[in-house]
T-cell receptor, first 114, second 114 residues
């Protein structure tokens, strides 16, 4: 069983469209995250949720909205996609904020906006 | 502010040799964790090794070990007996108790050649 699974793995879409990326973890972790990896491979945290409550909300455009229906799921919805949104988006989860065990990452979603 | 710096964008090593990847970090907190993650071409983020700041003993995981110098805020990764499968991007990361936010360095691309 995949511990942290993201769908889709690849997403190609046109500018202006709205898209969602889904994430599910079966580890029983209490916190989930979204990271963005840009073309230079730099990883930056976007959001984190702890038991469905938003904990971290970094400076990202309002077009990005996370939604956590329960503690095992954290989805990312992106409105009015722009060329600069092209990146790999990683979902991750952790227990106790990752102290000791770190974060477990999904395999990423490569988003290409054309 | 919490920052992580990896000053080596690229490294290469011959199979079976030893290589050391550098990492320095900055934090004003006393309680934190440090990690090395590996990202092979498959894109998956894989936890390689972790170190609790309050432990003086350097962490080891099979062929991977760290040199943790707390006063110097240095956390290097040593890979012994390098294998072709070690070819990947390696990211150093820090996690502080207060922020519960895993912050990554810019990564080092390691190429292991036969």
């Amino acid at each position: 069983d995949t511990a942290v699974s993201q769908t889709p793995k690849y997403l190609v879409t046109q500018m202006g469209n709205d898209k969602s990326i889904k994430c599910e973890q079966n580890l029983g972790h209490d916190t989930m995250y979204w990271y963005k990896q840009d073309s230079k491979k730099f990883l930056k945290i976007m959001f984190s949720y702890n038991n469905k409550e938003l904990i971290i909300n970094e400076t990202v455009p309002n077009r990005f909205s996370p939604k956590s229906p329960d503690k095992a799921h954290l989805n990312l919805h992106i409105n009015s996609l722009e060329l600069g949104d092209s990146a790999v988006y990683f979902c991750a989860s952790s227990q106790d904020g990752g102290r000791g065990g770190g974060y477990t990452f999904g395999s990423g979603t490569r988003l290409t906006v054309v | 502010a919490q920052t992580v710096t990896q000053s080596q964008p690229e490294m290469s090593v011959q199979e079976a040799e030893t290589v050391t990847l550098s990492c320095t970090y900055d934090t004003s907190e006393n309680n934190y964790y440090l990690f090395w993650y590996k990202q092979p071409p498959s894109r998956q983020m894989i936890l390689v090794i972790r170190q609790e700041a309050y432990k003086q003993q350097n962490a080891t995981e099979n062929r991977f070990s760290v040199n943790f110098q707390k006063a110097a805020k240095s956390f290097s990764l040593k890979i012994s007996d390098s294998q072709l499968g070690d070819t990947a991007m390696y990211f150093c990361a820090s996690l502080t108790y207060n922020t519960d936010k895993l912050i990554f360095g810019t990564g080092t691309r390691l190429q292991v050649f036969p």
